[in-house]
């Protein structure tokens, strides 16, 4: 209510002011002014410079409040080793553009107050400076250049591939839930196709690929700390984002068109409550896509473990194999002409999840 009000006000501060300008104009043309004729009044020109350091005043105070409040938000605690390499590249970013942006604005607004239309005063005629211009291209050119090649080496160093030991967990957005899949005690996901999807088989697998036997879907997600974790991520309808901000992690899930992440969680679940103070924290794994009318419903929970913790979670786990023969039965009582599908068109799939 409070923020509708001080919009209203600030809105009918506009309407005042452009008022106030009107009448002034009209004024000056019934007075008969001969300044009219070249196109400018003095009350237009006092009063636009002075809107324009209102401008800045106004657009000043906004910049610092929408700071000063997404603060909290845009530092969450960290938990990744690669996380401390992204912030650092966004917060350098951020005070060389912050910096520039803050002087450029403020030279902009004060000299449009300033060098206002006198008619006393005449503009002085500078035409050209090749230093001048020399030294405002070569500056921001090497500073972006030192930008780019800073965000380019740390985007290389985190997306190269994961490490061979990676803890491995396929990732699949759909309208409107994530759903997770481990690759079970072989440590090998079984092939999935999308013909095969349907209510009780909901990732398309193929139970005659004898890796997926011991593949398990659990409610949340576990990972340990500490070790290297790889996301094989896909999409079953449309365009979904998997977006872990206390890893710093986000990435697109495309439909036909599997993607990955793997970082390294550096904070148990328990180690960031005790740092947040909040004994109900939980990590979250939200979509950060625009994906439909259920795109707020897209949380799923992410524990991590300490690495014996890990383990024995591990396995208390039970394959959906297990938990679902009638699934996995509906493939050994078919047709040999599934099997013989499945062989030549599962190629291409492996080909794929390997990615
Ligand atoms: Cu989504």
Redesign the pocket.
């Known amino acids: 209510m409070i923020t509708i009000a001080i919009g209203l006000s600030i809105i009918l501060l506009f309407v005042i002011l452009f008022l106030l300008f009107r009448i002034g104009t009209l004024a000056s043309i019934f007075r008969g002014s001969s300044q009219r004729a070249v196109g400018t009044t003095k009350t237009s020109n006092r009063v636009n410079s002075t809107l324009f350091l209102l401008f800045l005043v106004i657009g000043g105070a906004a910049f610092i409040w929408s700071f000063a409040d997404a603060w909290d938000d845009m530092n969450l605690p960290l938990a990744s080793v690669h996380g401390a390499w992204t912030d650092n590249l966004f917060w350098t970013t951020m005070i060389v553009i912050g910096i520039v942006f803050v002087i450029t604005q403020i030279l902009l607004f004060v000299y449009s107050y300033k060098y206002q239309h006198k008619d006393d005063k005449r503009a002085y005629y500078y035409p050209h400076n090749n230093k001048l211009e020399i030294v405002w291209t070569m500056i921001p050119a090497v500073v972006m250049a030192l930008l780019v090649f800073g965000g380019w080496k740390t985007w290389t160093k985190i997306t190269s591939a994961a490490p061979e030991d990676a803890v491995v967990i396929e990732v699949m ?1 759909k ?2 839930n994530w759903m997770v899949r481990y690759p079970g005690a072989d440590g090998k996901l079984g092939v999935a196709k999308h013909t095969l999807i349907d209510a009780t088989n909901e990732f398309g697998i193929d139970f005659t690929d004898q890796n997926a036997m011991d593949d398990f879907m659990p409610m949340e997600i576990h990972v340990p700390k500490g070790q290297p974790v790889l996301f094989k991520i896909r999409s079953r309808d449309v365009i ?2 998997v977006f872990l901000p206390h890893f710093r992690v986000k990435m697109d899930a495309v439909p036909g068109m599997p993607t990955k992440f793997w970082f390294v969680p550096s904070k148990t679940t328990d180690e960031m409550r005790s740092e947040t103070g909040n004994p109900d924290f939980k990590y979250e794994l939200a ?1 950060t ?1 625009i ?2 009318r259920g ?1 707020f419903a ?1 949380r799923y929970i992410l524990v991590v473990d300490e690495p014996e913790d890990y383990e024995a979670w591990l396995a208390k786990q039970t394959p959906f194999a297990e938990q679902n023969p009638e699934v996995v039965a509906k493939f050994s009582s078919s047709s040999q002409q599934v099997v013989a599908e499945n062989k030549t068109e599962g190629k291409a799939e492996e080909v794929k999840s390997e990615l």
Do not use: A
């Open positions: 957005g309208q409107f979904h984002s979509c896509e994906c439909g795109h897209m």
